[in-house]
């Protein structure tokens, strides 16, 4: 059995639980962990809080080496840890590895930027005595880190990343489903030298040990990436508390393709951008509405390349041409998917194109295109969190805009166009936290990360997350006269 990482002893649930993590693509045991509790969680934030003063204490360029030391251990071992995130979440071997490296990439970058804090400087009024201002950072606290399952890697690395490089200490909450690579990689950065109490992980479930983090008075810091749902109720608890708290929550990401566009580049960026990790992304094409003007040409690439799917277990390979899909993570998402598109059918939309699946096991879902969904229906109104996209024939850019902006959601948005007046027009006026030209929607380390409306609160990625870990704390300098 696998166990809780609390203050860098490997340990099992005080309650003795244990919860059972299944293989999506066989429906077979892969492991248990433990089944934490708010005992647990309150060992893990004392842990952190105890850690505090010895980690962000440390020269930031000592900091900096010990996270390489953990990210070069995690390098060593990616083939076993990208194994087991295939054998937990279901993602096909190539995108585990893909996954991993970004997970790295991102870490390195934070690594990177630990010496690299600045404060500032600032002149003052002599009118109380001689002095002058410094805005000095400090670190926010003990973290707490809440993931969701469909990439349990790099959206722990988002959290765990900035908060480490700014002196901060942390607990990760892991999904129920998906908590056994982020363990192994706890516990490999335990081992490269991050000292104890300083990365903690409580396995468990949401409403049991996300909450008590969240609400406990020690956690100062909430970074939540889940469901808008799950997000609303992060908002609720930490509130009351005044904590720092920045929520990722679900997508609906609209897609213009234009008739200038290079339709077969088009084609690729929403083929991969859809059906990657079997549709469960929430940056992700969910709506594309294409002019008329090349409505055909995209639909008949698209097909070409949506029939090359194969559903199977990520660990096999497909045969070529065929591409290797894997299993959705959970019963539960495949049920919503299939009856979002019953729905949608009911409606009046109909399939374009839907893959097979005789197999008995598993929680696979046929990759599917549809059309002439009403824009009121399920496929539209909600975020649909696997492989099924709804495609729409526009007129004209007002309208384009007008149907993007159609939704509660404002993650990311794309246009595919060279002209560059509806470049500006999309830039200006999709509601969303990001917009691509010409480009698959995919979430840069460099660049800030998040939404608008529904979506959620804050930024991830980039600089700019780094400042969501940090205080910036006045102080002025006086008695100079
Ligand atoms: P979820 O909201 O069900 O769970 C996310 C995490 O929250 C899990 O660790 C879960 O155990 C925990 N949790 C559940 N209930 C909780 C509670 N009451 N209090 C505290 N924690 C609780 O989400 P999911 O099903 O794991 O993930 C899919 C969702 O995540 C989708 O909506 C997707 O769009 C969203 N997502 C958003 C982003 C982003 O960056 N915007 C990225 C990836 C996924």
Avoid at 168 to 192: C, D, I, M, Q, S
Avoid at 234 to 244: D, V, W
Avoid at 341 to 347: C, V, Y
């Amino acid at each position: 059995m696998a166990q809780l990482l609390v203050g860098g002893e490997r340990v099992s649930a005080r309650g003795g639980g244990e919860m059972p993590v299944v293989n999506p693509a066989t429906e077979e045991v892969v492991d248990t962990v433990p089944k934490g509790t708010a005992e647990d969680v309150e060992a893990a934030v004392a842990a952190a809080k105890g850690a505090l003063a010895e980690w962000s204490g440390k020269d930031p360029d000592e900091r900096a080496a010990i996270m390489r030391a953990g990210i070069g251990a995690v390098k060593e071992r990616g083939r076993e840890i990208a194994e087991l995130l295939v054998r937990e979440q279901g993602k096909p071997l190539s995108e585990a590895m893909g996954e991993l490296h970004h997970f790295i990439h991102g870490m390195d970058f934070y690594a990177d930027l630990a010496s690299k804090v600045r404060g500032a400087y600032a002149p003052l009024p002599s009118s109380l005595g001689k002095s002058y201002g410094m805005v000095i950072k400090r670190p926010v606290g003990v973290c707490a880190a809440i993931v969701p399952f469909n990439f349990p890697l790099t959206l722990m690395g988002t959290k765990v990343g900035p908060a480490l490089a700014g002196g901060n200490t942390v607990v990760v909450k892991p999904a129920e489903t998906t908590p056994l690579a982020t363990l192994r990689v706890a516990e490999l950065f335990a081992e490269a030298g991050l000292p104890a109490g300083v990365f903690n992980v409580v396995t468990g479930e949401g409403p049991e040990v996300g909450e008590a983090l969240v609400a406990h008075p020690d956690v100062r810091r909430v970074a939540f990436t889940g469901s808008t749902e799950v997000g609303r109720r992060i908002m609720e608890l930490a509130g009351p508390q005044f904590k720092r708290v920045s929520v990722e929550l679900g997508g609906s990401d609209p897609v213009i393709v234009c008739p200038d566009a290079d339709v077969d580049a088009a084609v690729k960026g929403v083929n991969i951008g859809r059906f990657f990790n079997a549709g469960q992304a929430c940056l992700a094409a969910k709506r594309v509405y294409v002019f008329d003007e090349v409505y055909d040409e995209f639909m008949e690439g698209l097909i070409k390349r949506v029939s090359r799917y194969e559903l199977g277990d990520g660990l096999t390979k497909a045969e070529k041409p065929k591409i290797r899909m894997g299993p959705m993570n959970s019963a539960r998402y495949r049920d919503q998917v299939a009856s979002q598109l019953e729905e949608a059918l009911g409606r009046g939309a109909r399939v374009v194109y839907q893959g097979e699946w005789g197999g008995e096991k598993g929680y696979f879902f046929p990759p599917a295109v549809i059309e002439g969904a009403p824009h009121d229906s399920r496929v539209v109104r909600e975020e649909t969190f696997g492989p099924l996209l709804p495609v729409f024939r526009v007129g004209d850019l007002d309208e384009a805009l007008r149907l993007a902006n159609d939704s509660r959601y404002g993650l990311g948005s794309s246009i595919w166009t060279r002209n560059i007046r509806w470049i500006h027009r999309a830039a200006q006026e999709i509601e969303a936290g990001m917009t691509w030209v010409n480009q698959l929607h995919y979430g840069y380390d460099e660049l800030p990360f998040g939404g608008v409306k529904d979506s959620g609160v804050g930024r991830e990625h980039g600089p700019e997350a780094l400042e969501y870990y940090l205080e910036s704390k006045s102080v002025v300098i006086g008695g100079l006269d």
